[in-house]
């Protein structure tokens, strides 16, 4: 006959009993509603269930068969809450219960001990759980003697612990000297939890740690190793997958191991075959792939040959993906995008441009972020962008959406995106303008975020490259001399590097473009040539040199202007900017100075001879004339023009 | 530049960038850098008649590591178009390390490629290495002669009906002192020894300015 549960409150009022046959019978009865069901387990926490069965297990006696009884119980309840359910976490901890669970890990009977660590396990599941100090010596006993017991649920714990709080190298190097790799790897051969659970805690010990890598290939004569390679075909997916993550964590964090391309294609094609696996590990593959893929060329070949694109697309091409799958298929495309010309074409041929379009607008800002990502990748191409490939409505409206979006991660990554396909080589930019693109940028400039400020100037810089007069006028008039010249002096160097190169390509171009350094009374150039004063990283200077370059380009006044600034009257040559430059030890530092040099003494420009007879009063001609010899061979070949249109007008 | 369709069969050969990872130490030289502008013209005289083509080259993208260097071409004058005709291409950098003198594509054999590079001067020097190795022991990392393989892969603002063909390919020598370019148009189909000779502009400014991008 079937029967209503009691009610919540029943069972609560019960729990608080003294008779612990009534309080066991309650416990059970909560363990049965809230196993898998998190509305329950909501539920009941709301209730203030925790502490009641906290407090159960803190004063059950583990000697007594029904104090027992009541532990294991107890502490399977507990572990449930906690299980999947951060709120639940944290009112285990909350209530005290995580000692008690520790204290029952050396109880003389075995389903207590069982049953704290299973509970522990759940706990160690969450972040919220307390970081567990390897420092301490007492503690690294306590975690070693978990690996090496006979116990399962003790190796599990052991291991769930690493995975949970082994974050630094320091902390995977007091794993290493412990012995806890040897503990691990017997775990290899054991039940499939201890296999997943040991090569999880293997990859964290592991990752971007060459010292502890070399210790692991190095054991039992490369055993391990071989042992791990073994595992990424096992009939479990779950241990495939960790295999394989075990494998990406050794060769990503030493160059010297898994070098063989057998296993580089063995890794790529398993990933991919792990893609149609329903559950979460077809999820985490993609995730996995892109670390094994991200920044090497020769991967992201093997994958390109491996088919992997097509792979991708047709999951893509499954409406109904989870948007952690939309997530890791797009942060994967994007790092098989972001070197290889072939992979990209492929990516265009095969139309995922418009499953990346629609991704763009996604509920899920993790699948916003991952999109553009995947479309800073493609748009690498210069091929792609003189196609004009990017530049329209269909992606460019939802970009510059995306510029205004509450997650700061989805604005730097569309500012990504745009920095590249704004490059498009063509002089009109009025599709970007129209919908309001400049307007946008110019706003995240004055962020607060540097991140923001630095991807919006080097938009800009983007933009304004090779751009014609009527677009630059736009920009400029939008952003406005005072920002600019304070963009310039940026507190980031990153964003001080961007703006100068915004500037220099402001002035490139047509003459009257060198006018925009001197509106509003030269504020523009008086901070570029504060810069070029104290530069904190080489590219700032030579970005700065440039910009002086390009203005000496310019006509009489300009040059004049760019006299003014190296060598201000008072100014002792040697000592001169210019003169500093010259003899820097970065050659593209002495190539950007000799430049403007060639600018200055352009023999047919009217002043060229008196700015010649201060070059060679300030000393300038002399270091000229050595850097003909220069060791690099564009600083001598400018430094040889420049002497010869100096000498043109004789040694006067 | 486009030259007019000799034959009815057209191969565009894809692109292969050939790259490896290894670094090189070819320097980099300012005058050939994005941004870069260049204007001359391309002789495409034939027995019939002499004439000559006005030639634009803008620099879009240049990765010396890889010996990859792009652009586009506008040809002016084209009788045949209502338009400027613009291309897009990308070059080979000989750089031994990336690619040697030796073209092995593009129904180039190793003759038709010493036959060109022995139409440039600067080239003289190097001709017996390369003869024996195509010039991979040649080390240019300091010689102030860039040498190029040009080949067009696309019309930029016309259809490929527009009775022009970009089936052959240029070989290119690059002036590091001054920028002066000059080439070779190469098609087995097409009139030989089109040259091409291009000169540094400067819009009309008094010197020379530089413009830069980066993708991230």
């Known amino acids: 006959m079937p029967s209503s549960h009691p009610s919540s409150d029943l069972i609560l009022h019960r729990l608080s009993s003294s008779d612990y046959e009534i309080k066991l019978k309650a416990i059970r009865e909560i363990k049965n509603q809230i196993i898998g069901n998190r509305t329950k387990k909501l539920s009941y926490i709301k209730l203030g269930a925790v502490p009641s069965v906290a407090d159960a297990l803190a004063t059950a006696n583990s000697d007594s068969d029904f104090g027992s009884n009541l532990i294991v119980q107890s502490a399977?309840?507990?572990?449930?809450?906690?299980?999947?359910?951060?709120?639940?976490?944290?009112?285990?901890?909350?209530?005290?219960?995580?000692?008690?669970?520790?204290?029952?890990?050396?109880?003389?009977d075995e389903k207590v001990v069982d049953a704290a660590a299973r509970s522990l396990r759940m706990i160690y599941q969450s972040k919220l759980a307390p970081k567990f100090d390897f420092y301490k010596?007492?503690?690294?006993?306590?975690?070693?003697?978990?690996?090496?017991?006979?116990?399962?649920?003790?190796?599990?714990?052991?291991?769930?612990?690493?995975?949970?709080?082994?974050?630094?190298?320091?902390?995977?190097?007091?794993?290493?000297?412990?012995?806890s790799l040897e503990k691990l790897i017997s775990g290899l051969d054991g039940s499939i939890n201890q296999r997943d659970a040991s090569l999880e805690s293997l990859a964290t010990i592991?990752?971007?740690?060459?010292?502890?890598?070399?210790?692991?290939?190095?054991?039992?004569?490369?055993?391990?190793?071989?042992?791990?390679?073994?595992?990424?075909?096992?009939?479990y997916s779950r241990t495939r997958l960790l295999a394989c993550l075990c494998l990406i964590c050794i060769k990503n964090s030493s160059s010297c191991h898994l070098q063989d391309i057998g296993i580089k294609t063995k890794l790529i094609y398993i990933l991919l075959e792990l893609l149609d696996d329903s559950s979460q590990v077809g999820e985490e593959a993609s995730f996995a792939f892109s670390s094994l893929v991200s920044g090497k060329e020769d991967l992201q070949k093997l994958a390109f040959e491996a088919n992997a694109i097509d792979k991708f697309y047709n999951h893509l091409q499954n409406c109904a993906l989870h948007p952690k799958r939309l997530e890791g298929i797009f942060l994967a495309l994007a790092e098989l995008c972001s070197k290889l010309e072939c992979c990209r074409s492929k990516f265009i041929s095969l139309q995922v441009l418009n499953l990346l379009i629609s991704a763009l607008t996604h509920d899920e800002a993790n699948v916003r972020t991952a999109a553009c990502k995947c479309l800073k990748s493609v748009s690498r191409s210069i091929k792609n962008l003189s196609a004009g490939y990017f530049m329209n409505e269909r992606i460019v409206i939802p970009l510059v959406r995306l510029?205004?979006?509450?997650?700061?991660?989805?604005?730097?990554?569309?500012?990504?995106?745009?920095?590249?396909?704004?490059?498009?080589?063509?002089?009109?930019?009025?599709?970007?303008?129209?919908?309001?693109?400049?307007?946008?940028?110019?706003?995240?400039?004055?962020s607060m975020d540097s991140s923001l400020r630095l991807n919006a100037v080097w938009s800009l810089r983007n933009m304004v490259f090779l751009a014609d007069r009527m677009c630059k006028e736009a920009i400029f008039m939008e952003l406005t001399v005072s920002s600019v010249a304070s963009l310039i002096c940026d507190s980031e160097p990153s964003v001080q590097e961007q703006a100068l190169g915004l500037v220099c390509n402001f002035v490139d171009g047509c003459m009257d473009c060198v006018e925009f350094a001197f509106a509003e009374d030269g504020i523009i150039l008086d901070a570029v040539g504060r810069q070029l004063w104290k530069f904190s990283k080489m590219e700032i200077g030579i970005q700065g040199m440039y910009?002086?370059?390009?203005?000496?380009?310019?006509?009489?006044?300009?040059?004049?202007?760019?006299?003014?600034?190296?060598?201000?009257?008072?100014?002792?040559?040697?000592?001169?900017?210019?003169?500093?430059?010259?003899?820097?030890?970065?050659?593209?530092?002495?190539?950007?100075?000799?430049?403007?040099?060639?600018?200055?003494?352009?023999?047919?420009?009217?002043?060229a001879?008196?700015?010649?007879?201060?070059?060679?009063?300030?000393?300038?001609?002399?270091?000229?004339?050595?850097?003909i010899s220069d060791s690099c061979m564009d600083v001598k070949l400018r430094a040889r023009l420049a002497f010869g249109q100096i000498n043109s007008f004789g040694d006067s | 530049m486009p030259v007019r369709v000799a034959l009815e069969n057209i191969t565009t050969p894809s692109h292969v960038s050939g790259a490896n990872s290894r670094r090189n130490s070819f320097q980099s030289c300012t005058l050939l850098t994005v941004g870069q502008a260049f204007s001359g013209t391309q002789n495409v005289s034939s027995l019939q008649k002499d004439e000559a083509w006005r030639v634009n080259v803008r620099i879009q993208g240049c990765d010396l590591e890889h010996g990859y260097l792009c652009g586009t071409m506008e040809a002016l004058n084209v009788p045949m178009a209502d338009t400027p005709v613009v291309t897009f291409w990308e070059g080979e950098i000989v750089d031994t390390k990336n690619y040697t003198f030796f073209t092995g594509k593009?129904?180039?054999?190793?003759?038709?490629?010493?036959?060109?590079?022995?139409?440039?001067?600067?080239?003289?020097?190097l001709l017996s290495q390369v003869e024996v190795d195509g010039g991979k022991s040649v080390d240019l990392s300091n010689y102030p002669y860039i040498f190029m393989r040009w080949k067009e892969q696309y019309f930029v603002n016309v259809g490929t009906d527009c009775g022009l063909t970009i089936a052959g390919f240029y070989y290119v020598c690059f002036s590091c002192t001054d920028?002066?370019?000059?080439?070779?148009?190469?098609?087995?189909?097409?009139?030989?020894?089109?040259?091409?000779?291009?000169?540094a502009t400067n819009d009309g400014r008094s010197g020379f300015s530089f413009s830069s991008y980066e993708l991230q």
């Open chain 1, 76 to 108: 399977a309840v507990l572990g449930s809450f906690a299980c999947g359910v951060d709120q639940g976490v944290r009112a285990v901890l909350d209530a005290g219960a995580f000692p008690h669970l520790i204290r029952f890990l050396s109880a003389a």
């Open chain 1, 137 to 179: 010596e007492q503690n690294m006993d306590f975690l070693l003697s978990l690996l090496r017991s006979e116990n399962e649920n003790l190796t599990g714990l052991g291991a769930g612990v690493i995975i949970h709080s082994c974050e630094t190298s320091d902390e995977q190097n007091i794993l290493c000297q412990a012995g």
């Open chain 1, 206 to 235: 592991l990752k971007n740690n060459p010292e502890a890598v070399s210790k692991f290939a190095e054991l039992q004569n490369g055993r391990a190793l071989r042992s791990v390679i073994e595992l990424t075909k096992d009939r």
């Open chain 1, 403 to 446: 510029l205004s979006d509450l997650s700061t991660s989805v604005q730097v990554a569309a500012l990504g995106a745009i920095s590249n396909i704004v490059v498009d080589f063509t002089p009109d930019k009025s599709t970007f303008i129209q919908c309001g693109g400049i307007k946008e940028l110019v706003q995240l400039t004055k």
């Open chain 1, 547 to 607: 910009v002086l370059s390009n203005i000496a380009s310019g006509n009489e006044f300009h040059k004049e202007a760019i006299m003014q600034l190296l060598f201000p009257q008072a100014e002792n040559g040697s000592h001169s900017l210019l003169s500093q430059y010259l003899q820097s030890n970065d050659s593209r530092l002495r190539t950007s100075a000799a430049w403007v040099i060639v600018n200055l003494t352009v023999p047919a420009s009217p002043g």
């Open chain 1, 609 to 627: 001879f008196d700015r010649v007879v201060k070059l060679r009063n300030f000393g300038i001609v002399s270091q000229i004339k050595r850097m």
């Open chain 2, 106 to 125: 593009w129904e180039a054999a190793p003759e038709d490629d010493i036959r060109h590079w022995t139409k440039f001067q600067s080239f003289g020097p």
């Open chain 2, 179 to 199: 920028g002066s370019i000059s080439g070779f148009y190469y098609d087995p189909n097409s009139s030989p020894f089109q040259k091409l000779e291009l000169k």
